[in-house]
């Protein structure tokens, strides 16, 4: 369902019109005319149908009003004389289709639809927007602009946190497959026999539990991109199967023997270094090859400081507008705290930071008070020191078993965010249940 305006200095037609888009699950707001629709459109829409020729304003002028306020919403033009000149003008102004009097149901609905697509991939494009202006993210961008078009497969590695999930959906969303699934599976989430469902499918009573067939993500993301992250743990085995996949471009359900042809553009991410692990024998070379046709590394966010100011205004917009909040600033002196912080999570740390900010915030700006103690005390913030870029220094005497070593760390890191485990998680990389798993006890 969409919220639109529909506007027609004619009541038959403007009431007809009106029942056709909310029979089809709309919510219509309508008015009589382009001035009476100015009083309207500071209000949200996703789309406006207005007719061409109207009193006091018409839907050209209406139109041009938009274009100039910079209001970005979608625009279908009617008119029941049909003039190639208003047609061209309409689309010089922005409009996204023109359609003439009488017309049929269904081709006011599919022009309604597919606008209203159109619009929704155009807004993934801008919530997938990738800030900062430093030299790493404009080569990076220039990259995934290159590369999108493309039906290459794509390696994006880096850190944890950098945000390579977000360089996937901006390929994806810049690509002629915008219009069909993103689909992301985390390949170190889940063991190895139900990644394999996952990802191909399986048929009845193929093994425990499979009471009944089903299509795997690879079906489901069919003319669409399908990301795979954590590559880097896939199990052996399905490092084979995947390969196969890629290769000759069809799965088979687990416990199957037919096989199906699917279209999907596959992007791997990964923290890392395959080439590494494909020398040592954890990764097979030809599957890395047959996924490395593009490699992009997203850059730590401590590498490009001046992004950070630009970065943190960016998640304070969106969280503002999750949480339903009026916070229109971060103050210099948190600012001056944020940028000094070296952001061992990355991208996702300064994400979660500011958001919990915000939701802490009393005030209309974030202030120090809001940010995390860790973050306050400069527990690891300054960029300066042997342990700027990792933050308090655990000391481990040598020949600490390794389990004891992971539980200080996991013990430390939760003592740092208060004993926030989805941060924790996030910092090191792992997933929540990973932390109680590690412990011997629940946290």
Same mark, same amino acid.
């Given at each position: 369902?969409?919220?639109?305006?529909?506007?027609?200095?004619?009541?038959?037609?403007?009431?007809?019109?009106?029942?056709?888009?909310?029979?089809?699950?709309?919510? %219509?707001?309508?008015?009589?005319?382009?001035?009476?629709?100015?009083?309207?459109?500071?209000?949200?829409?996703?789309?406006?149908?207005?007719?061409?020729?109207?009193?006091?304003?018409?839907?050209? $002028?209406?139109?041009?009003?938009? #274009?100039?306020?910079?209001?970005?919403?979608? %625009?279908?033009?009617?008119?029941?004389?049909?003039?190639?000149? $208003?047609?061209?003008?309409?689309?010089?102004?922005?409009?996204?289709?023109?359609? !003439?009097?009488?017309?049929?149901?269904?081709?006011?609905?599919?022009?309604?639809?597919?606008?209203?697509?159109?619009?929704?991939?155009?807004? @993934?494009?801008?919530?997938?927007?990738?800030?900062?202006?430093?030299?790493?993210?404009?080569?990076?961008?220039?990259?995934?602009?290159? =590369?999108?078009?493309?039906?290459?497969?794509?390696?994006?590695?880096?850190?944890?946190?950098? /945000?390579?999930?977000?360089?996937?959906?901006?390929?994806?969303?810049?690509?002629?497959?915008?219009?069909?699934?993103?689909?992301?599976?985390?390949?170190?989430?889940?063991?190895?026999?139900?990644?394999?469902?996952?990802?191909? /499918?399986?048929?009845?009573?193929?093994?425990?539990?499979?009471?009944?067939? #089903?299509?795997?993500?690879?079906?489901?993301?069919?003319?669409?991109?399908?990301?795979?992250?954590?590559?880097?743990?896939?199990?052996?085995?399905?490092?084979?199967?995947?390969?196969?996949?890629?290769?000759?471009?069809?799965?088979?359900?687990?416990?199957?023997?037919?096989?199906?042809? %699917?279209?999907?553009?596959?992007?791997?991410? !990964?923290?890392?270094?395959?080439?590494?692990?494909?020398?040592?024998?954890?990764?097979?070379?030809?599957?890395?090859?047959?996924?490395?046709? &593009?490699?992009?590394?997203?850059?730590?966010?401590?590498?490009?400081?001046?992004?950070?100011?630009?970065?943190?205004?960016?998640?304070?917009?969106?969280?503002? @507008?999750?949480?339903?909040?009026? &916070?229109?600033?971060?103050? $210099?002196?948190?600012?001056? &705290?944020?940028?000094?912080?070296?952001?061992?999570?990355?991208?996702?740390?300064?994400?979660? =930071?500011?958001?919990?900010? =915000?939701?802490?915030?009393?005030?209309?700006?974030?202030?120090?008070?809001?940010?995390?103690?860790?973050?306050?005390?400069?527990?690891?913030?300054?960029?300066?020191?042997?342990?700027?870029?990792?933050? +308090?220094?655990?000391?481990?005497?040598?020949? +600490?078993?390794?389990?004891? =070593?992971?539980?200080?760390?996991?013990?430390? +890191?939760?003592?740092?965010?208060?004993?926030?485990?989805?941060?924790?998680?996030?910092?090191?990389?792992?997933?929540?249940?990973?932390?109680?798993?590690?412990?011997?006890?629940?946290?």
């Amino acid at each position: 369902m969409a919220r639109i305006l529909l506007v027609d200095d004619d009541p038959q037609a403007l009431e007809s019109t009106r029942k056709i888009l909310a029979y089809a699950g709309h919510d %219509v707001v309508t008015a009589c005319d382009g001035q009476a629709a100015l009083e309207l459109v500071h209000t949200r829409f996703e789309l406006v149908v207005t007719d061409v020729r109207m009193p006091r304003m018409g839907g050209l $002028d209406f139109l041009r009003f938009l #274009s100039n306020s910079g209001e970005d919403v979608p %625009v279908i033009l009617m008119t029941a004389y049909g003039r190639v000149e $208003d047609a061209v003008w309409a689309m010089k102004l922005g409009a996204v289709d023109f359609i !003439t009097k009488p017309f049929r149901r269904q081709t006011l609905l599919a022009a309604a639809d597919a606008a209203l697509k159109r619009n929704s991939a155009k807004q @993934k494009v801008k919530d997938h927007e990738m800030t900062g202006g430093s030299s790493q993210m404009r080569s990076l961008l220039d990259t995934i602009r290159q =590369v999108a078009p493309t039906a290459a497969s794509v390696l994006i590695t880096g850190e944890s946190g950098t /945000g390579k999930e977000l360089v996937a959906r901006k390929i994806h969303a810049l690509s002629a497959r915008a219009q069909k699934n993103f689909i992301a599976l985390n390949c170190a989430a889940m063991p190895e026999q139900l990644i394999e469902s996952e990802l191909f /499918g399986h048929e009845k009573g193929a093994f425990t539990g499979a009471t009944a067939a #089903s299509d795997g993500l690879f079906v489901a993301a069919s003319g669409g991109t399908l990301m795979l992250d954590e590559i880097g743990d896939m199990p052996p085995g399905l490092q084979a199967k995947l390969l196969r996949v890629l290769q000759e471009g069809e799965v088979r359900r687990v416990g199957g023997t037919v096989s199906r042809k %699917v279209d999907v553009r596959v992007i791997a991410a !990964t923290n890392k270094d395959l080439r590494r692990a494909a020398a040592d024998g954890a990764f097979r070379q030809d599957l890395l090859y047959r996924l490395e046709v &593009i490699s992009i590394t997203v850059p730590a966010l401590r590498e490009r400081p001046e992004d950070i100011k630009e970065t943190a205004m960016h998640f304070l917009r969106l969280s503002t @507008k999750k949480h339903e909040k009026n &916070i229109t600033a971060i103050s $210099d002196a948190a600012m001056s &705290i944020l940028v000094r912080h070296a952001w061992p999570g990355n991208v996702r740390e300064l994400s979660n =930071v500011i958001e919990r900010a =915000v939701v802490l915030a009393r005030a209309a700006s974030i202030e120090p008070a809001d940010l995390p103690r860790h973050i306050q005390g400069g527990h690891g913030g300054a960029r300066t020191g042997p342990d700027a870029a990792t933050g +308090t220094v655990i000391p481990v005497p040598l020949g +600490t078993p390794l389990k004891q =070593v992971e539980e200080m760390l996991i013990r430390k +890191t939760l003592e740092a965010t208060d004993g926030d485990k989805s941060m924790t998680a996030r910092l090191l990389g792992i997933h929540s249940r990973t932390i109680c798993r590690k412990l011997d006890k629940p946290v």
